[in-house]
């Protein structure tokens, strides 16, 4: 038996990776299918992989070492404040030798 877990949007649009469980053969295991989506065919598998109890056990503590700062998320939004550049008056002199 296969339980979908849930899906990642793709960087792109017509890109997804969807994460499921399969238990199919008795011995449970996480895939993921990096799916493509085509007009008239609809979504589809272009490759997957698959990890077992082990390998998933790995990748969790593997991202559990990783110290990156926090992302910000698409709904986050941070201004940039720039100082403000200090224009010199022009004087009479200086537009003659621009002239």
Not at 31 to 56: I, K, N
Request: aromatic content about 4%; overall charge negative.
């Amino acid at each position: 038996m296969a339980v979908l877990l849930g899906e990642l949007a793709g960087v792109v649009p017509g890109k997804r990776i969807r994460v499921v469980l399969d238990q199919s053969s008795g011995i449970s295991s996480i895939q993921l299918h990096e799916q493509h989506q085509a007009d008239g065919l609809g979504w589809f598998d272009q490759r997957h992989v698959s990890l077992d109890a082990d390998q998933v056990t790995q990748f969790l503590t593997l991202l559990g070492q990783v110290n990156t700062p926090s992302c910000p998320t698409r709904n986050d939004t941070q201004v940039l404040r720039f100082p403000t550049p200090i224009v010199a008056p022009v004087t009479n002199e200086r537009k003659q030798e621009v002239v």
